[in-house]
């Protein structure tokens, strides 16, 4: 598609796995190795292994990818040179900022057909992993209509899938960029989210770890700590409101009783000037 080859940015994305037993290790550009890395730029994909690819490739490139900080930091720990500034565009936050998400009902339908694929493998043997709305696998059949794909589950070296991660970066990036600006959203996510990720890429390429869990643990902390502060606030805004009530009472209560001593006072010099009208007819009566 032409929507793939107008994209001026160079697209990454890299195919990992542990160096040792442990799965999770696959995460963490400190115990993975890199298998493939695949790059698209000027309508070109190719896919390469790490060792065909210089480290000095990346330089002086303004990059995107999806979910990209992992990728930048797995490239740098393995001496690629990547700076934070080449960071320019991420899909994954620009389906973050963007107004228009993906439906609940294809959520669904994309998770039963993943079901349904895994039951074809057997109990013994690896599935698709499960995807979260913001995965590419997700976003790209959703906003760009390609087919469904799936990653490999008995291989971290699929040429093909490592293929179309890069090809639908970019076409993500393509379709992202004007719909973000139509909604009005386009300055939120270039002037505050994209500065807010290279600040924390560089923070974590600096030695600064986050924390996850600390941070769930913090943020549950805060909510707990704002519904204490709210019932406090409820509290001593109830004897506020009883104080004000008292007062709006006693307002009213005097205001009433002054138009009801004036209405009293009015009727008074009502009866008295009819009683005075009254002896004035019935003296003239006489006369007459």
């Not at 796995?17 to 790059?39: C, G, R, V």
């Not at 000095?56 to 303004?62: H, I, L, P, Y």
């Not at 899938?161 to 379709?175: F, I, V, W």
């Not at 009866?271 to 019935?282: D, F, G, L, V």
Request: aromatic share 10%; hydrophobic share 35%; glycine share 4%.
């Amino acid at each position: 598609s032409a929507l793939f080859g107008r994209n001026m940015s160079t697209i990454v994305d890299i195919e990992t796995s542990p160096q040792d037993d442990n799965p999770d290790n696959s995460l963490n550009p400190f115990k993975n190795k890199i298998d493939l890395i695949a790059i698209h730029e000027n309508g070109n994909t190719v896919v390469k292994k790490p060792d065909d690819v210089n480290r000095r490739t990346f330089m002086d490139k303004q990059l995107c990818g999806h979910n990209f900080k992992f990728d930048i930091k797995t490239l740098v720990a393995k001496g690629y040179q990547i700076n934070c500034n080449q960071y320019e565009h991420d899909t994954l936050v620009m389906a973050v900022a963007s107004i228009t998400k993906v439906s609940d009902d294809y959520l669904e339908r994309y998770e039963q057909e993943r079901r349904r694929l895994n039951k074809e493998f057997g109990k013994n043997t690896k599935g698709y992993r499960s995807a979260k709305k913001h995965s590419l696998k997700i976003l790209a059949p959703y906003f760009l209509g390609v087919s469904p794909f799936w990653e490999d589950p008995y291989t971290c070296n699929n040429e093909e899938y490592a293929k179309k991660d890069a090809l639908y970066t970019s076409g993500l990036k393509e379709h992202f960029i004007p719909m973000l600006k139509k909604d009005g959203v386009w300055e939120f996510y270039q002037d505050k989210l994209m500065p807010w990720q290279r600040m924390t890429l560089q923070a974590e390429l600096d030695g600064i770890s986050i924390d996850i869990k600390a941070m769930a643990d913090l943020k549950a902390q805060a909510e707990a700590g704002v519904i204490t502060s709210l019932k406090k606030l409820r509290e001593a805004w109830k004897k506020v409101e009883d104080e004000w009530l008292k007062k709006e009472r006693l307002s009213v209560e005097t205001q009433y009783e002054i138009k009801k001593a004036k209405a009293i006072e009015y009727l008074k010099q009502e009866k008295t000037e009819e009683k005075t009208a009254a002896k004035k007819n019935k003296t003239a009566k006489r006369y007459d």
